[in-house]
């Protein structure tokens, strides 16, 4: 009949499951025990400090994960700020300081905004991660 079927495809850090479901690669979980950030492979139990450079961290609270740019977010309550590296490859960037006490954190993974909580003014704040 001559029509084509078409075709799925899944992007970075995924694979296609089926003909029309894409999943994450590899299972994993961050934590943080307020001096590292440590990486959980699942499947397997292993467990790698991801790898920030010396001073990058002292009190470490707030913690997320942009899978699509693998990019790692946290806060520190110590040195008062909000702090991005690339998993793999990247040096540590600070994309704000003096938050005054940021204990939570995420990054919405649409609009790339930053949420965080400061305990200081008990507010809920939110930044432009451009």
Not at 65 to 76: E, G, H, M
Not at 82 to 91: C, F, L, Q
Request: proline letters at 2%.
């Amino acid at each position: 009949d001559g029509s084509v079927a078409p075709v799925c495809l899944c992007g970075d850090g995924y694979t296609l499951t089926g003909t029309t479901e894409c999943v994450l690669s590899t299972r994993t979980i961050l934590y943080t025990d307020q001096l590292n950030i440590v990486k959980v492979e699942l499947e397997t139990k292993r467990e790698a400090v991801l790898e920030l450079g010396d001073d990058w961290m002292e009190v470490g609270v707030g913690l997320d994960y942009d899978q699509l740019t693998q990019t790692v977010y946290w806060s520190d309550i110590r040195f008062q700020q909000i702090v991005k590296a690339k998993e793999n490859s990247g040096k540590p960037v600070v994309v704000r300081a003096n938050v005054g006490h940021p204990s939570g954190l995420c990054v919405d993974w649409i609009t790339k905004y930053i949420y965080y909580v400061d305990d200081d003014t008990n507010t809920v704040n939110v930044l432009n991660n451009n």
